[in-house]
């Protein structure tokens, strides 16, 4: 079943960051879209929701309230969405509510105290320390937004509203030491951290020179970067700094089940609603190409439930099915799964038939993390499963 829905309240931004996959790679749906969500619109996908969620279930359904930047939406939108997704609650519908935003404008008092009523939670974009952030999230003047989002951060702190935000999302960038990236959450008001693997690259878009996959396999500097600060996270000790990915990998590696789109890839249970109501897929595949993402249902038409009869779609659901050929004897085949979806973009069929393009980086990382949990488990007397492929951790046996 599909579990989360991605909202596109907007197709604009008050912001210009260079690696943007909306605004500044090769897909220019948003050319094509209305630049705001019309209310009516928001509602009826709600219907959709309700229509398609099961009244009364535990887990809830979540809904990401994204953009472009979606606190560009209007305030009166916002208001009466969330009143009716509150009686939608009252009812007898288990819905989670949150919102991405880059904060670089102050949020409206009246609407911070409409997301501590409803329950709204707040992550913000923000790219590590000042001089790393500013050279790559910068204003349409070109200005860095590094310091307008770190103030309204504390206005809101000050304020007391400083429980809305769920934490921060960053995107992993190696020329920032580790240690130095480390320090930073460290100093964030708030230790939580997401750091995503890149989404630009994919098969023809890699992250070596010509000729060079060779010599980037030997070092990749993705997995490189990630493999040492997990390991100073880890030699930190500190329940304290969340860095979700590390957190995340940790659960899973001891048995958990939930886990975060970078890990397991056994589904892929969410979709996408552009600003004109049309449905569309996960934002990982815009890389493929212009209007990749773009599928031929819309909400006026088409429930929730049509979705999953979408070839592409069904692929998704039932991602472990399209693990690689290659990965099958891989030591890490149950927590990679392939590798991250977006490195498996293709134009032509949605997802590649190969291992993700970050496959070095992936397995670089994987070794090194998922040998200093499995070796302190052996310090602490844990019991160690044996996998055909190689020895690892509780919980990741074939």
């Not at 009143?83 to 949150?98: H, K, S, Y």
């Not at 815009?286 to 993402?293: E, H, L, N």
């Not at 819309?298 to 429930?303: K, N, V």
């Not at 973009?345 to 997802?351: E, F, N, P, Q, T």
Request: hydrophobic content about 45%; some cysteine; proline content about 6%.
């Amino acid at each position: 079943m599909f579990r989360s829905a991605i909202v596109k309240l907007t197709a604009v931004c008050d912001i210009d960051c260079s690696y943007c996959y909306m605004f500044n790679q090769v897909d220019r749906t948003f050319e094509r879209m209305p630049a705001r969500m019309a209310l009516p619109t928001a509602l009826c996908l709600l219907d959709r929701i309700c229509d398609y969620h099961p009244r009364g279930e535990s887990e809830a359904f979540s809904i990401v309230l994204h953009g472009g930047e979606p606190m560009l939406w209007p305030d009166a939108s916002f208001a009466e969405l969330l009143v009716q997704i509150a009686r939608r609650r009252e009812l007898g519908w288990n819905l989670d509510v949150a919102i991405q935003t880059n904060l670089v404008q102050p949020i409206a008092p009246r609407l911070l105290a409409l997301f501590r009523e409803h329950r709204v939670s707040l992550g913000v974009s923000l790219d590590g320390p000042r001089e790393l952030n500013d050279a790559a999230r910068v204003d349409k003047r070109g200005r860095g937004t590094y310091e307008r989002v770190m103030a309204n951060v504390e206005r809101m702190l000050a304020d007391g509203d400083g429980g809305l935000i769920g934490g921060f999302l960053a995107v992993a960038n190696p020329s920032l030491p580790p240690a130095e990236f480390l320090a930073w959450v460290c100093s964030l008001p708030v230790s939580r951290v997401d750091v995503l693997w890149p989404i630009e690259f994919n098969w023809r878009h890699p992250p070596w020179p010509l000729g060079a996959s060779r010599a980037y396999a030997a070092a990749p500097r993705y997995g490189t970067w990630y493999a040492e600060l997990f390991r100073a996270w880890w030699a930190l000790d500190d329940p304290g700094v969340t860095i979700r990915l590390f957190n995340n990998l940790l659960h899973v590696a001891l048995g958990g089940q939930g886990h975060i789109d970078a890990l397991v890839n056994d589904s892929y249970n969410m979709f996408v609603v552009n600003t004109d109501g049309s449905y569309e897929y996960p934002d990982y595949l815009r890389v493929a190409g212009d209007g990749s993402a773009c599928t031929p249902f819309h909400i006026s038409t088409d429930g929730i439930a049509a979705l999953a009869a979408d070839p592409l779609f069904a692929r998704l659901l039932k991602l472990r099915d399209e693990l690689p050929a290659k990965c099958t004897g891989c030591r890490h085949r149950l927590i990679c799964g392939g590798g991250f979806l977006p490195g498996r973009s293709d134009a032509k069929d949605g997802i590649a038939q190969r291992e993700s393009v970050l496959c070095a980086d992936q397995m670089h990382f994987f070794d090194a993390a998922l040998g200093l949990i499995e070796s302190s488990l052996q310090q602490r007397g844990a019991h160690v499963h044996s996998d055909p492929a190689n020895t690892t951790v509780a919980g990741l046996q074939a």
